[in-house]
């Protein structure tokens, strides 16, 4: 080996060993120094509705519904907001648990170019002309996803851990929230929630990719919750209605649904009209 | 010779009329895709549809609405084929498109209509003036139509029926809102109307056509 090229080496390795470090440390520093961090997305239907006004005015009328009804579904805007494919997916998953019931004429979904923040009732109107709907279900959501370090997140010193190792603790929780609105009298009809909490670990590599997976995730769940407290809501709501028909007005298009019916209660006053003449008929043989 | 005395009209007569719309109502409940076909519908009508008018009545909206309805009308039928054999055929011909022929003229708004009811309604209101007429007066009895007689005087009893039915439309028109039941599936109203017809139909039926029988039927004797 020449002589130079053993004098450089000798200068060079503790540079370059030190250089190894500091790279390390850095790498390391990115993975694992930042500390606990949280991320969160959401929307406020009271915001939405009721842009500038601390205390809002209860509604004075009483709604009125025509049956069937047409109803539109739409997710409130929001800070940090979700993609509007994604939004899609959810909000067709509720409308398909909908359609078909009779009551309801036709769901539409409204997408988030229709609704600007804070547009509040007169918003809402125009939705209602342009897609001539009566009752709109908006729905808001807020997610928190909070990323924290484990033990494991020491092998990112060796950066290939920060590859392999779960080092990270990712945790999401998704609370959406559904109000069902009728627009022309500005009622709140009845509202539903739906609430999900994902848990996953990720190596400081995937992280943010491991992030965007629960948040997705964390909406389907909140989804199936929601739909299912829908259908709880809108089954409460129906009672109601039925037991007080003073808070709702339930009026029908022209071009009703009619059905000739003749019922239970009619069939059984006849069933005992027949055996109290079967009675009679057995008293007047034994008679005679 | 002396010939047997023929047997009461009753014990000749099978239903057979009743059975076969026991049977349609039963198949197109078995069969969903048929109601769109066969469901009354005013524009569907307006096309030139015109056997909605008629088969509509036979489409139901839920199995509980088949239920009730088809259990009145088959004991209501049945009977009163039995008793009344031309009359009560002729009636479940006429009736269901009478019934549907008045409420696309009284009823514009009605879009949609289905169920057996006001054809049950008709045919129980029939079967009760069949059973006033053989009890008040049997020697009134066609005789190309014989009535059974009623061993027993049970008068009361089918004008109870009567009265059932006329209080039951009275208080559906006043009340706009069916007396007896409920729809399982909301958004669809009773149509009282249709009961309404159905009692006018048996009731004209019963009037003017007692001694009905179709020229091609044997005429009976004894």
Redesign the interface.
Known sequence: MPHGYSSLARVFRPALFVALVLSALLLAGCFSTRGPRKTERSSSVVSYLYPDQANPLPPTSIPVLR??LRVGIAFVPGKSDISEQQKTVLLQRVAAEFKG???IQSIELVPSTYLRAGGGFANLNQVRSLLGVDVIALVAYDQVQFTSNNLLSLSYWTIVGAYIFSGNKNDTQTLMEAAVYDIASRHLLFRAPGASRVEAGAAAAYVQQRLRTDSTAGFDAATTELIANLKLQLETF?ERVKNAPGEVRIE?R??????????????S??GL??L??AC??IC??HRT | MKTPPAPPAHAQAFPWASVCLIAFTLGVAAQPALASTLLYE?LALLRGEYWRLWTG?FV??GS??LF??L??FTVASIWSERLAPARTRLLLVVSPGLIGLA?FGL?P??????????V??SMLVFLSYTQLARLAAPATTNKNEPLATS????RW?WR??LA?VVL?IGAEFALQQ??????A???????PL??LIGVLVATVMHRNLRGFRPRFLPRRTG
């Open positions: 049956l069937p019931r009779d009551y129906r029908h022209p071009g009703y649904t009619g059905g000739g019916s003749l019922g239970a209660c009619f069939a006053i006849l009209l027949f109290a003449r009679a008929c007047t043989r | 005013r009545h139901h909206f509980s609405h009730w309805n259990a009145i409420l009823d708004a009605l879009a949609t209509y289905g169920g057996l009811s006001g049950a309604t061993p027993t005087s049970d009893f109870a029926v059932l039951k069916p007396l007896f039941t409920r729809f599936p909301a958004g669809i109203r009773a149509v249709a009961h």
